[in-house]
């Protein structure tokens, strides 16, 4: 993961809808490479960076420390490895409390998909099964497939991957592995076959099956749930809260959270990428943003 190989998604959105102002500290749960983060700087936010991906990080601080020189508010940032899910913890140890805006980026990176090495993508069969946002520790996909029940498998492909032949690729799955251990992505994608023979419907199951394990690998809603939470507990009250989702799993648990009496919602619907976004990165598509602010008690 060399230079910067992603793009954010509604960077100039999110940043307006966080309302930087200089001097006031806020965190970005899901710094990736920094993009967002490093527009936080440049307004003279005070910035905590939080992420799960030790290596994007690296990238990220390379980025604040080189583009961070120009800029008057030089030093003004934090960057975290960790699990936004522990965000009131992480917050609380390095004394960003009652801070005026955090924002979640969720899901995968461009940089991520495209490293073959983290599995996180179908295009690159060779791959080891991994999909761990943190490397550093936690069962890969590859463990998870080749232990997981044909009921746990199911009810991962249909409810997280919202797959309609879940249980036919369960059973799949638990067939390839009686042969021989599911170890590399083309492992996977050999029992897919057997569902899905046909190519141009493949890659949509496949998609989603991705989808599946990688949530369940990450525990991506229950981290998200935690991390909401989390977020009020450190925001301070007119605070606000920022989150991107980019499927319908994240972006209902996001939207029932902001429907409570707590938070006081911006808009009604949440923002989507302009068609000129979408056409200069076409996996800004999918993108949800909403907004909330923390009622004053």
Same mark, same amino acid.
């Given at each position: 993961m060399n230079g910067i190989p992603h793009t954010p998604v509604l960077i100039q959105e999110a940043i307006d809808a966080l309302n930087v102002t200089q001097g006031n500290t806020y965190i970005d749960a899901t710094t990736g490479a920094g993009g967002h983060g490093l527009e936080i700087v440049k307004r003279g936010g005070v910035l905590l960076g939080i992420d799960q991906d030790e290596k994007a990080l690296d990238i990220a601080r390379d980025r604040l420390e080189r583009e961070g020189n120009t800029l008057v508010s030089k030093g003004a940032w934090k960057l975290i490895?960790? *699990? /936004? %899910?522990n965000i009131e913890t992480? &917050? %609380? +140890?390095?004394? /960003?409390i009652n801070?005026?805006?955090?924002? /979640?980026?969720?899901g995968v990176s461009s940089m991520q998909l495209d490293t073959p090495e983290r599995g996180f993508s179908y295009r690159f069969t060779d &791959?080891?099964?991994d999909m761990r946002l943190d490397q550093s520790g936690g069962d890969t996909a590859a463990q998870l497939v080749n232990r997981a029940g044909a009921e746990e498998l199911y009810d991962i492909f249909s409810t997280y991957g919202e797959e309609q032949l879940a249980r036919k690729l369960s059973d799949a799955v638990c067939r390839a592995r009686s042969v021989k251990p599911i170890v590399t992505v083309r492992d996977l994608i050999e029992a897919v076959k057997t569902v899905a023979p046909n190519e141009g419907a493949r890659y949509g199951i496949l998609s989603r099956v991705f989808q599946g394990l990688r949530i369940a690998v990450n525990d991506e809603l229950g981290s998200l749930r935690d991390g909401l939470k989390g977020a009020y507990n450190v925001l301070?009250? +007119?605070g606000r809260l920022v989150v991107i989702s980019f499927h319908s799993l994240e972006d209902r648990i996001v939207k029932q959270y902001m429907r409570q009496d707590i938070w006081e919602s911006v808009s009604k619907h949440p923002v989507r990428p302009t +068609?000129?976004?979408? *056409? +200069?990165?076409? %996996?800004?598509?999918s993108a949800k943003m909403r907004v909330a602010v923390k009622k004053a008690v």
């Open positions: 490895h960790g *699990n /936004f %899910r992480i &917050a %609380r +140890e390095q004394k /960003f801070v005026s805006g955090i924002l /979640f980026d969720l &791959a080891p099964l301070k009250p +007119e +068609e000129g976004e979408i *056409n +200069e990165n076409i %996996r800004s598509r």
